[in-house]
């Protein structure tokens, strides 16, 4: 068991819609980041959350947000789906200042038809 | 930007078989470099290598960092077919602020081990 929670597990979504993805940080972890697999590709970085506050971003347009909330947990929403929005969403946990050691958890499936 | 090329993109081999994963990089402020292993979904941790640690081993797993190449081998001695997987490396640049730990990773090296 990875300590790392993600729900939903699958979902399936169609064009323009919007989606919110939840995580559950690691006990003790206040840092959590959210990553972007597409089939066939490694993980991409689409920002970090660090005590509530957004601390660094990776290339991903404005309607890619979220939020941590103060037990740490987090949310990732993404507006207006598009058919390349299909992909392994993944949400790691790190205890911040420590190691970038990071704990992933096993990640949401979207699919957007 | 950050760089991670990863080679080769997939292998088969048969248990027993020694395997060498390479990944190279480019990365401004290099601060480490990680493998993990992603069988599912949820990639697990294997290594950190730093200017400090350059070499490390788990068992049959041991990877070591080429500074001067800006490279990294991952090497798994006497495959099993469970360590069929997908191998990803990564890199973490030395950012100021302390916690903004952005990972960049590459394609990954899809390793089957056949029985």
């Known amino acids: 068991e990875t300590g790392v929670t993600q729900s939903p597990t699958h979902l399936i979504k169609t064009r323009g819609q919007q989606v919110t993805l939840r995580c559950s940080s690691q006990s003790g972890h206040n840092t959590v980041s959210w990553y972007q697999q597409a089939l066939g590709q490694g993980p991409q970085f689409i920002f970090q959350y660090y005590r509530e506050e957004e601390n660094g971003r990776g290339n991903f347009p404005p309607r890619f947000s979220g939020l941590q909330f103060p037990n740490y947990s987090s949310e990732l929403n993404v507006n207006a789906l598009e058919l390349d929005d299909s992909a392994l969403y993944l949400c790691?946990?790190?205890?911040?200042?420590?190691?970038?050691?990071?704990?992933f958890g096993s990640g949401t499936r979207l699919t957007v038809v | 930007e950050d760089k991670v090329v990863q080679s080769p993109l997939s292998l088969v081999v048969h248990e027993g078989d020694t395997v060498t994963l390479n990944c190279s990089y480019e990365?401004?402020?290099?601060?480490?470099l990680l493998w993990y292993k992603q069988e599912k979904k949820a990639p697990t941790f294997l290594f950190m290598l730093t200017s400090s640690g350059i070499e490390k081993k788990s068992g049959r797993l041991s990877s070591i960092l080429d500074k001067k190449e800006l490279s990294s081998i991952l090497n798994i001695t006497a495959t099993q077919t469970g360590d069929s997987a997908i191998y990803l490396c990564a890199v973490c640049p030395l950012n100021s602020g302390g916690s903004n730990y952005k990972l960049t990773f590459g394609k990954g090296t899809l390793l089957t081990v056949n029985p």
């Open positions: 790691a946990s790190s205890p911040g200042s420590v190691r970038p050691g990071y704990t």
């Open positions: 990365v401004t402020n290099f601060r480490s």
